[in-house]
C-alpha cells in the first residue's frame, strides 16, 4: 500500500481489521478475540 504503484488507490478506504469484520455476532467473544 506505501509502494509507488500504489498511487493509483485514491478514494478508496481499505479497512484492514484482521478480519474481524468477518465474524459472526453469534460466535462468543473468547473465540472472536483468540
Not at 481489521?17 to 483468540?34: C, H, K
Request: proline share 9%; with cysteine; hydrophobic share 40%.
Amino acid at each position: 500500500f506505501c509502494s509507488p504503484q500504489a498511487n493509483w488507490i485514491t478514494g478508496q478506504v481499505i479497512f484492514a481489521d484482521g478480519g474481524a469484520s468477518l465474524m459472526n455476532s453469534e460466535v462468543p467473544p473468547e473465540i472472536q478475540l483468540g
